[in-house]
């Protein structure tokens, strides 16, 4: 949550697209926000996994039903359409085997909702051209030897995984570094370029 009591911009846009009373699973739920925000607003049930001993504790204390576990390991222990939704927000890039992690939240739930930061972004590029190193962005906050993105990607590089998987794009929205809409359709070669994120809200073709 911000200071206002409002979840940041892009989790809101996560929000928009469940509706009332959904069954939720919240992959790499951090510290819990967008699930408190789920459960109070949208009614839904909401389950979460998360990795970090403190944002399990987070959450808790918030009086949300998360567990600690892994996305690459633990999701295969869900039964098939046993959620409404799976979110997998700003976490598929630090996952061991994002093609398997992808697939089984397609399977667990009727939709998958996925949001990663767009590798593909002009600055990106140009940090990596101009200066020969590796980017920080407000959406890649780290330095190339303490980050947890193991697997950067851009946009046009999810698309393919996605049709490779036999996942159809629902809804999609390009990003700027803060998390809001751009007027650029997601799918297209100029989000590609000037969208900082994506988030995409699919489900088996």
């Known amino acids: 949550m911000t200071r206002n009591g409002l979840i940041r911009p892009d989790l809101q846009l996560v929000a928009d697209m469940i509706e009332d009373g959904a069954r939720v699973l919240d992959v790499g739920c951090g510290d819990g926000a967008l699930l408190e925000h789920l459960k109070r607003d949208k009614r839904a049930v909401g389950r979460g ?13 918030r009086g949300l039903s998360v567990v600690q576990g892994d996305a690459d390991t633990d999701l295969p222990d ?19 085997n994002p093609k398997g992690v992808l697939s089984e939240l397609a399977r667990i739930a ?40 193991i697997h950067l990607c851009t ?19 390009a990003l700027d570094g803060g998390g809001r809409p751009l007027p650029a359709r997601v799918t297209s070669r100029w989000a590609n370029l000037v969208a900082s994120q994506a988030i995409f809200k699919l489900r088996r073709a």
């Open 78 to 96: 869900y039964p098939t359409a046993a959620f409404d939704y799976a979110i997998l927000s700003q976490t598929l890039q630090a996952t061991e």
């Open 110 to 149: 009727r939709h998958a909702i996925v949001s990663f930061p767009n590798f593909g972004h002009w600055r990106v590029r140009w940090t990596v051209v101009a200066h020969g190193r590796m980017p920080v962005t407000q959406a890649l906050a780290y330095e190339w030897w303490d980050t947890p993105n």
């Open 49 to 61: 996994i998360e990795l970090s001993q403190a944002g399990v504790n987070a959450c808790v204390g």
């Open 155 to 173: 946009i046009r590089d999810f698309l393919r995984l996605a049709e490779t998987l036999g996942v159809a794009i629902v809804e999609g929205w």
